[in-house]
């Protein structure tokens, strides 16, 4: 039965053409993938996928490319080991508070070291940038994040105090490092500013405390710039990491061993894109979007992409995924970026099994320029799904709407994508929210801006329960743990806070 079903679904698949609003209804999407649960989904390639050109190396022929299994090793039992919690990019924190929370307190800084070096790009110093969310292991009650000044710090979660001496991986680091969550001995690390060139991706070994890996360089890379903002994850025995130079590398782990299996090389409308958001899975499909505004699904056994959708424009804030009567639906918005001055930032649902188009949301937005340089306007948070008594919402922040030279915290409908309601914001804002939840399931978001500006917001309402300066800026998003979240700054600072 189970084979059969599974060839139905082939066949099914390739039967409806596409466009790029994707090529099942969801009625009958729906009933595919709920008919029969299934371990893996399909190995098959929908026509919308020819807007993809790529070619794909395999590296190692003598080991099986399938996962080993599709269960995701990211529960946050024993802590918070890639960017937002798990692979579907969704994690619930379990952040805690008792009734209505009506401020946030620091409990403690930690200063980074500042690296006044000029890079090709400018001066960096420390602190963290964006995605730069910190690392929490339950066990050892501890922090691990990844600083601008181009170290790894390891701090108590108690104290702020290091746990451990700090290792120097040269370049800055502006993303959110991984850890490999069964052994829990390898820290993935991306650079992301080439000071000390090549840059490219990094394994330190926390057993011995020392680099064991490293790749830089890649010359058969389609792009030419080489950073990794992108945040892994190991999913089956694979570790599957996108680079900034038009690949995506699936890697072999065992033990302290990193070998490269496959890699995919693309190119849409003739440009070889980056990725700089982090790859979004629930089974073996990966989801994610890249500088131009695609939007790729590929098959982790194969490589090969399953569909494509075009979003218009950058994209840089990770997709986010929720499974529903055993449908992946994903969320994803981007920037007014390519599309110059003004422009739309479109917030879209899609099916995930086929990147049929659920509901779109179309929000004008702006550059906003401030001492000769350029912000993008639209999507750079990752969304936050509601929970609780915001079940039916999901959360943005949303940069420059119209006329405005600030964010606004969003709330969407998850059914229609109709905004709920707008909370302004004194800046923009990159950092994306988080939620602490009552005793009566009633959700608070946490949410910052650039100019470093703390809310408390009420998720049903919209209502701003406290607003205040806190920080030099909030451009990094935070991990949470209880009621309590662990957060850095551009400059030199990691900060933790409680609500209270």
């Not at 066949?11 to 790029?20: L, T």
């Not at 993938?33 to 399909?42: G, K, N, R, S």
């Not at 080439?194 to 070994?205: C, S």
């Amino acid at each position: 039965m189970r084979s059969r079903f599974f060839l139905y679904i082939v066949a099914a698949f390739a039967f409806f053409s596409c466009g790029n609003k994707g090529d099942l209804s969801t009625e009958e999407a729906d009933t595919l993938a709920t008919e029969e649960p299934l371990a893996l989904l399909p190995d098959t390639v929908l026509p919308s996928a020819a807007a993809v050109s790529y070619t794909i190396e395999v590296a190692d022929t003598a080991t099986d490319g399938n996962l080993s299994t599709v269960e995701s090793v990211y529960d946050g039992k024993e802590g918070w080991f890639t960017f937002r919690g798990n692979t579907l990019r969704n994690a619930d924190y379990g952040g805690t508070v008792k009734g209505t929370p009506t401020s946030i307190v620091k409990d403690w800084q930690f200063n980074t070291f500042f690296d006044a070096s000029k890079t090709s790009m400018g001066t960096w110093g420390g602190g963290t940038g964006w995605t730069g969310q910190p690392l929490y292991l339950r066990k050892s009650g501890e922090i691990i994040v990844a600083s601008l000044c181009g170290r790894v710090y390891f701090l108590n979660f108690g104290d702020g105090k290091e746990s451990r001496p700090y290792i120097d991986v040269t370049n800055p680091i502006k993303g959110t490092c991984s850890l490999e969550p069964v052994q829990r001995n390898l820290l993935f690390v991306g650079q992301g500013i080439p000071k000390v060139a090549p840059m490219g991706q990094v394994a330190i070994d926390l057993r011995e405390h020392k680099r064991v890996f490293f790749s830089g360089a890649d010359r058969k890379a389609q792009r030419s710039w080489g950073a990794f903002d992108s945040s892994p994850v190991v999913v089956g025995g694979f570790l599957f990491w996108p680079g900034e130079n038009g690949t995506i590398y699936k890697y072999k782990v065992q033990d302290n061993t990193i070998t490269l299996h496959t890699a995919l090389r693309y190119r849409c409308r003739g440009a070889a894109p980056g990725v700089e958001n982090s790859i979004c899975v629930y089974s073996n499909y990966g989801w994610f979007g890249d500088n131009s505004g695609n939007v790729i699904c590929i098959n982790l056994n194969t490589m090969r992409p399953v569909w494509h959708y075009n979003n218009h424009d950058d994209i840089d804030g990770s997709i986010v995924c929720e499974v529903t009567d055993g449908v992946p639906y994903i969320y994803t918005g981007c920037e007014v970026d390519k599309q110059g001055n003004n422009g739309i930032c479109h917030f879209v649902k899609l099916n995930g099994l086929t990147g049929q188009l659920v509901w779109e949301q179309q929000i004008p937005c702006r550059k906003l320029n401030i001492g000769g340089k350029h912000f993008d306007g639209g999507l750079y948070c990752t969304p936050l799904l509601g929970k609780g008594d915001c079940e039916d919402l999901i959360f943005a922040n949303i940069c420059q709407r119209g006329n405005s030279s600030n964010a606004e915290f969003t709330a969407f409908s998850k059914k229609t994508g109709e905004i709920v309601y707008r909370t302004p914001l004194n800046a923009f804002a990159w950092s994306s929210p988080v939620a602490f939840y009552n005793e009566k399931n009633q959700a608070f978001i946490f949410t910052g801006d650039s100019s470093g500006n703390a809310y408390l917001i009420e998720g049903k309402t919209g209502k701003v329960l406290f607003r205040e300066h806190m920080v030099n800026n909030f451009e990094s998003s935070p991990v949470v743990v209880d009621n309590h979240f662990v957060v850095g700054s551009r400059g030199s600072e990691i900060y933790r806070f409680s609500v209270k």
